[in-house]
């Protein structure tokens, strides 16, 4: 597995929004993926990102930084077949 599909898959994840304290969402220009630990099936990554705070007229209200670790687990073939936030 390489690093560009863990990005991508948490590009891609609503899983991400669990680590959202204040009801916005993850600002993807600002999501960083680092590889802590790799193993064949598996791997355990830090994810950063900036959470995006709107007003009520839509306008962005600010920006809350964000952290989390997930092992991912992936198939034969190299596909996300799961993720999990670790503690």
Same mark, same amino acid.
């Given at each position: 597995?390489?690093? !560009?599909?863990? $990005?991508?898959?948490?590009?891609? =994840? ?8 204040? *009801?916005?969402?993850?600002? *993807? ?9 790799? @193993? !064949? ?8 990102? $900036? $959470?995006?705070?709107? $007003?009520?007229? @839509?306008?962005?209200? @600010?920006?809350?930084?964000?952290? @989390? ?7 034969? =073939? ?10």
């Amino acid at each position: 597995m390489d690093k !560009s599909a863990i $990005e991508r898959y948490f590009a891609a =994840t609503p899983m991400l929004a669990a680590l959202c304290s204040q *009801n916005g969402w993850p600002d *993807n220009d600002s999501l960083a993926v680092e590889v802590l630990e790799y @193993g !064949s099936e598996d791997a355990v990554c830090s994810v950063s990102f $900036e $959470e995006i705070l709107v $007003e009520g007229a @839509g306008c962005v209200a @600010g920006r809350v930084p964000c952290w @989390g670790r997930f092992r991912v687990r992936w198939d034969a =073939t190299g596909r996300i077949v799961h993720a999990a936030r670790e503690a």
